[in-house]
C-alpha cells in the first residue's frame, strides 16, 4: 500500500494542543503518518538572509523560525499522540543539533528536505543512523540525485531508501511535475519513488504518481488555509485530504498490474489531457519554476560573522546554510571539510557565500 504522509510541518506554531488537533486531523482524514520539522534557525539560515517569499508572503523567515524552536520534550510529546493515534511519527532535522533531537526519540525513519540534499556531511550522520531515509527531490538535478543516493549508499547500504520527485515552488504548477520520470529514478538510482506535491489540486498528482509507481505520497496537511503556518496557505484542509486518501485507496484496489484500469479511471476523474500533461516526458530536468533558486534554496558554505583578509577558517566563523534570495552562494557543501584551516584572500561581510576564489 501506498504511505500517506500529513506534512504538518511548523503548522502547529510550537502549541501543543494545536499539534494534537492537527494529529487527530490527519489520522481521521486517512493519513498513514505525521510529518513534523525540528527547527532551529541558526542551523539553517543566516540572520542577513533578510524577507524569504513565501505562500503567506514575504517572510522574515530566520525570525519566524527562531520563534518555533522548541524543546525534546515537545517533539516526544507528538511521538506519542501519534501513536496513540495510530499514525506514524517522521520529522525532517536541518543540521546537526536538530539530528540529534530526533535521533534520541528512537525514529523509525527520518525525512530530508530538498535544500539538504546536497549537505553532504549531514546526510553521511543521517545515514549512519542505519534507518529507513526518505530523501526529496526539489531543485535537484540528476548528477545531484545520483550524489546524494551514492552517499547515503556508501554509509548504509542495506537501509531502505525512498526518493520524493518534488517541484519546490508555493504552489507548484501541475504541469511541471513529470511523473512518468518516477519509475526511470527507481530503475536508475535503485531507490523506491514516490511523490512530495505542492500542487493545489487535492489528488491529481498523488493519484497519477501511484499509477507510475509511487509507494509515498506527502502532502501539507493544515486545519484551515486561513491559518497562520508558514506552509498554510497551499496545504489541504481535512477533507480535501479525506478525499486524496480515499481516491488513493479506490486506484489501490483496482488490478495494478493492468495499468489501463487506473488510467482510465484517472481519465475519468481529471480527464485525458490533464493526465497526459502532468505525466511529462520523463526526462529529469529541473522544473520552470524551480530554475531560478537552483543553487540558492540548498546549502552551500557562509561566513558567520564579518571575516577579513587572513582570517583561519574554523567551524565557529563559517557553516552550511541555505542560502535564499539576498545573499551570495558560496561553494558546495562538499567541500566543508577541505576549507576548514585555510586562510581568506580577501574580507568576507557576514552572511555571504565563501567561494574558492576567497581562499589564499
Known amino acids: 500500500m501506498i504511505e500517506i504522509v500529513a506534512e504538518i510541518g511548523t503548522a502547529h506554531g510550537g502549541r501543543l494542543d494545536r499539534a494534537e488537533k492537527l494529529i487527530r486531523a490527519a489520522a481521521r482524514a486517512g493519513a498513514d503518518t505525521a510529518k513534523f520539522q525540528i527547527v532551529f534557525a541558526r542551523e539553517i539560515l543566516h540572520p542577513a538572509t533578510g524577507n524569504v517569499p513565501l505562500p503567506g508572503g514575504e517572510t522574515p523567515l530566520y525570525k519566524v523560525f527562531e520563534s518555533l524552536e522548541q524543546p525534546a520534550s515537545f517533539y ?4 506519542d499522540i501519534c501513536e496513540a493515534e495510530a499514525v506514524n511519527f517522521l520529522a525532517s532535522p536541518f543540521g546537526m543539533e536538530s539530528a540529534a533531537l530526533l535521533k534520541s526519540l528512537g525514529p523509525r525513519a527520518v525525512k530530508v528536505a530538498s535544500p539538504e540534499l546536497n549537505y553532504s556531511d549531514f546526510l553521511r550522520i543521517l545515514a549512519g543512523w542505519e534507518i529507513p531515509m526518505i530523501l526529496s527531490s526539489g531543485v535537484s538535478r540528476m548528477e545531484d540525485l545520483e550524489e546524494a543516493v551514492s552517499l547515503v549508499r556508501s554509509k548504509a547500504s542495506q537501509s531502505d531508501l525512498t526518493l520524493l520527485h518534488c517541484v519546490t515552488s508555493y504552489p507548484a504548477p501541475e504541469d511541471e511535475y513529470n511523473l512518468s520520470l518516477l519509475p526511470r529514478l527507481a530503475e536508475v538510482l535503485k531507490v523506491a519513488a514516490g511523490v512530495s506535491d505542492h500542487s493545489e489540486d487535492p489528488s491529481l498528482i498523488p493519484c497519477t504518481a501511484l499509477r507510475y509507481g509511487a509507494v509515498m505520497v506527502e502532502k501539507h496537511f493544515t486545519l ?11 496545504a489541504l484542509e481535512p477533507d ?3 478525499l486524496m486518501c480515499d481516491r488513493l485507496r479506490e486506484l489501490e484496489s483496482l488490478n495494478v498490474s493492468d495499468r489501463g484500469d487506473m488510467e482510465e479511471t484517472l481519465f475519468s476523474w481529471f480527464g485525458r489531457e490533464r493526465v497526459r500533461r502532468v505525466a511529462g516526458d520523463g526526462i529529469k530536468r529541473l522544473a520552470p519554476a524551480e530554475q531560478a533558486s537552483y543553487g ?14 587572513g582570517t583561519i577558517l574554523n567551524t565557529e566563523n563559517c557553516a552550511v546554510l541555505r542560502t535564499e534570495k539576498i545573499l551570495r552562494p558560496g561553494m558546495h557543501p562538499r567541500h566543508y571539510g577541505e576549507i576548514l584551516g585555510r586562510s581568506l584572500a580577501r574580507r568576507v561581510a557576514a552572511g555571504q557565500g565563501i567561494r574558492f576564489e576567497d581562499l589564499v
Not at 76 to 79: F, G, I, K
Not at 224 to 234: A, E, K, M, N, Q
Open 76 to 79: 516526544a510529546s507528538l511521538r
Open 224 to 234: 484551515s488555509r486561513s491559518d497562520t503556518g508558514l506552509d498554510d496557505p497551499i
Open 240 to 242: 480535501d485530504f479525506r
Open 296 to 309: 540558492r534554496t540548498n546549502r552551500s558554505v557562509h561566513a558567520m560573522d564579518s571575516l577579513e583578509a
